[in-house]
């Protein structure tokens, strides 16, 4: 009867050690309460919990990453668009995390939510499309500054999409269409300008120097001879017509 005794008392006495003793990977920290006080924060590693009195919460040190649902917002210019994020997290005072807040990942996921409507909302369609990475740090900034006193960094924030409605599509279309063409005609112009410019310039370098007009002449003829054409040239020299010209003039000068 005594041996009985004593064995369940030797067995009892295994099972309270084995249950007090606990193990800690080196990314888990365990936030001690004895008799329901916060008495300090244990591992990693080995070390021992005294059960019935004193209770350990495990936290994970790790990064975490979290998905933001997708919300409905409306922009400084009045756009309806769908937005949605992700926010990566970790936290480096485990027994700020426990104390301080209730459900840590649950907070920070709703202040993630009204974060990305506050911030995005106060900027325009424009913004959100071509400067997300000031928006991602303003929004980092936000959540870090808030999240603080909870004992969470926040170390990333990306705005991942950002969807419009189908007509609301078709009207930026329209517009970079539009915006398309108006650069098209304006280098047409600026084309048509600069060939102008060049144009006058070869006229007057030709018009300082006779044998210059010449030259070019043949020149013209060497290119049409080059193609496989049945177009007939028929070349006169310029001092023929140059007399016929100005006994023209004269006739027309003795009329009046």
């Known amino acids: ?16 050690v084995f249950a007090s003793i606990k193990i800690l990977p080196e990314y888990e920290r365990g936030v ?21 009195i004193q209770k350990m919460l495990k936290i994970d040190m790790r990064v975490t990453v979290m998905d933001v649902p997708t919300q409905d917002v409306i922009s400084r210019d009045n ?4 937005v949605n994020a992700v926010v990566y997290f970790r936290v480096i005072e485990a027994q700020k995390a426990i104390v301080e807040v ?15 409507r506050s911030v995005l909302g106060q900027h325009e369609l424009d913004d959100m499309l071509a400067a997300r990475d000031k928006l991602n740090a303003d929004i980092e900034e936000i959540l870090d500054r808030q999240t603080d006193a909870w004992g969470i960094k926040v170390a990333n924030v990306e705005i991942k999409q950002v969807e419009l409605d189908e007509s609301m599509t078709r009207a930026i ?11 098209a005609k304006i280098i047409n112009a600026e084309g048509e300008l600069q060939a102008a410019e060049n144009l006058r310039e070869a006229a007057k370098q030709l018009s300082q120097e006779p044998q ?10 060497l290119d049409m001879g080059s193609n496989e054409n049945a177009t007939i040239v028929f070349p006169l020299p310029m001092d023929l017509i140059e007399p016929l010209l100005k006994a023209t003039k004269r006739a027309n000068g003795d009329a009046d």
């Open 79 to 82: 756009v309806s668009v769908q």
């Open 32 to 52: 001690m309460f004895t008799l329901g006080r916060n008495t300090g924060t244990k591992g990693p590693g080995l070390f021992i919990v005294i059960p019935f």
């Open 102 to 116: 209730e459900n840590y990942y649950a907070a920070v996921s709703q202040l993630s939510q009204t974060t990305l």
């Open 212 to 221: 210059a007009m010449q030259l070019r002449y043949l020149q013209t003829l």
């Open 173 to 183: 279309a329209r517009q970079a269409e539009a915006e398309r063409s108006r650069r």
């Open 1 to 16: 009867m005594v041996l009985n005794i004593v064995i369940a008392v030797v067995v009892l006495l295994v099972i309270f």
